[in-house]
């Protein structure tokens, strides 16, 4: 395993939420159109770590426009087998709730758990659950959301070897919707680099 025996702090009164993402050197984490022609952005050794991150979560939480356009995807790879299997492992229920919030009632599907809750709100629902990790896979706009109300707590980061460009906003980097005031801006402490091939994959840590 890329992350083995991954162990989180506890947070009281709240789930401890961590998100994951990769980008290009030049920050890109998608373009908008024509998305699938530059996905993925990252390895196979990226998605495995995304996999290896999801499994350690007690549920996945996603935006609608992230769920729109890879719901179907995420949907497939949490119903795999040997997905289920390394969460056994884990000692984790192999099922993971995937959680989308959106108010557009045109979002659905049968294995989204749907949600118009804002963050602080969710966090405490999903608290009186029982969830004390949750990954918060974006995108942009939902993980801003989250930031803002200092609700997340750690950064899982992959720089890929590539540089997208931009013309007339048609990319979009990890935050976006949202730009923090000179007192608010947040800054991270980073945990741990590991180098493999021409990928980084960093660890951050937030102090909320």
């Known amino acids: 395993m890329f992350y083995r025996n991954l162990k989180f702090p506890k947070i009281k009164n709240r789930p401890f939420f961590y998100t994951n993402f990769v980008q290009t050197v030049d920050g890109k984490v998608q373009v908008l159109k024509n998305t699938k022609d ?9 998605h495995e770590a995304l996999l290896e991150l999801r499994a350690y979560s007690d549920c996945l939480i996603h935006g609608s426009n992230l769920a729109k356009e890879f719901g179907e995807i995420t949907v497939k790879s949490l119903n795999n087998s040997a997905f289920k299997r390394l969460r056994r492992n884990l000692g984790k229920n192999p099922t993971l709730p995937l959680f ?6 045109s979002v659905t599907h049968p294995m ?7 963050p602080k709100a969710l ?6 659950r029982g ?9 942009p706009t939902l993980l801003a959301s989250f930031l803002k109300e200092n609700l997340i707590d750690q950064i899982f980061l992959t720089i890929a070897p590539k540089i997208f460009g931009n013309i007339n906003s048609s990319t979009l980097t990890l935050v976006e919707g ?10 991270l402490s980073l945990l ?3 180098k493999v091939g021409n990928e980084l994959f960093l660890r951050y840590n937030l102090g909320n």
């Open 112 to 118: 989204w758990n749907i949600t118009s809750l804002d």
């Open 192 to 194: 741990s680099v590991k």
């Open 178 to 187: 949202y730009l923090f005031p000179k007192k608010a801006i947040k800054n």
């Open 38 to 46: 530059y996905w993925p952005i990252g390895s196979k050794l990226d």
């Open 100 to 105: 989308v919030i959106t108010r557009k009632k």
């Open 123 to 128: 966090a405490c629902e999903l608290y009186t």
């Open 131 to 139: 969830y004390k990790q949750i990954l918060i896979e974006g995108g």
